[in-house]
């Protein structure tokens, strides 16, 4: 029985994940290695739908691909690729943007956020057809499941319906892809704002990055908002900021909340804060570490890369081979 299929994808724009990636998505990508043949993605074509700097571009690509070989992808199980060197995405990305109605790609909702951010005349069409583009990412691997947040619940439908169209209207062809929720992934609150997720996009301040100075992130953690009040016990809605806290120390040190607050109790934030410095930079220095090291052998890195585009195409141009076919051409 063949494993069931997963593609995921990241962005490599920020340069540095931050922990929220990490606990949020980036953790089941290595888990998940286990249990599915696993296609996985740095998406340099989605980062251009908003101004890229070219050079700054291609070091972060690289620098997100090291980062998720030092996190643990293992590139002897999985495919490691950036999406710009597999050409197929966009050759199936354009046979369902003329499957896609305008109605309905106007309907997502974080084209109409993004857009909004860009300013009214500045937002490009990529950003408009961004989420064809994710199909095309999800159905040329044929993948059985996609890990999605719910953020990305929306694209992941259209996907869905852009498939079974394709094999109402062609015969059956492509894979109807399920969301996958992975248990055990947590939400991680902005350090400084914890009524918000931790983001690239919110000040530095609130965001612990894997690639920061273990200094750096200590300051991060020991300056976290926390709340009114002593007692170390979480409460999401009254102790937004300590409850971050727990939820980020519980997930990396495999120690339950429950454990967590018996032993903080009679202490105070700041103990916790302290022991969750440490355990943040006991993770954080090894992968940061690894990272560097990857990157001082570029060649090393390179040749992973296009073997895992080389992988990745296999399978994708297949499935272009059999698209292009049912399509007429
Ligand atoms: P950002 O919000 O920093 O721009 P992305 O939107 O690029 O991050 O997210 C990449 C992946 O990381 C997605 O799967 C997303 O769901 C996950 N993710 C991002 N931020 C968080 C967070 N604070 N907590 C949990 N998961 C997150
Ligand atoms: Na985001």
Redesign the pocket.
Known sequence: VPLPRVLSG??PT?GSF?L??Y???LRQWVSLQDTTEAFYCVVDLHAITVPQDPAELRRNSLVSAAQLLALGVDPTRSALFVQSHVPEHLQLSWVLECMTGFGEASRMTQFKDKSQREGASGASVGLFTYPVLQAADILLYQADMVPV?E?QRQHLELTRDLATRFNSRYGATLTVPSAHIPPGA???LDLQQPDK?????LPPAGCVNLLDDPAVTAKKIRSAVTDTGREVVADPVNKPGVTNLLTIHSTLSGQSVAELEERFAGRGYGDLKKELAEVVTDFVTPVRDRTQELLDDPAELTRVLADGAQRAREVASRTVATVYDRVGF
Request: hydrophobic fraction near 35%.
């Open positions: 990241i962005q920020a931050h929220g990636n606990l949020g998505a947040g953020d947590a939400k991680v997720k931790m983001s690239k996009s």
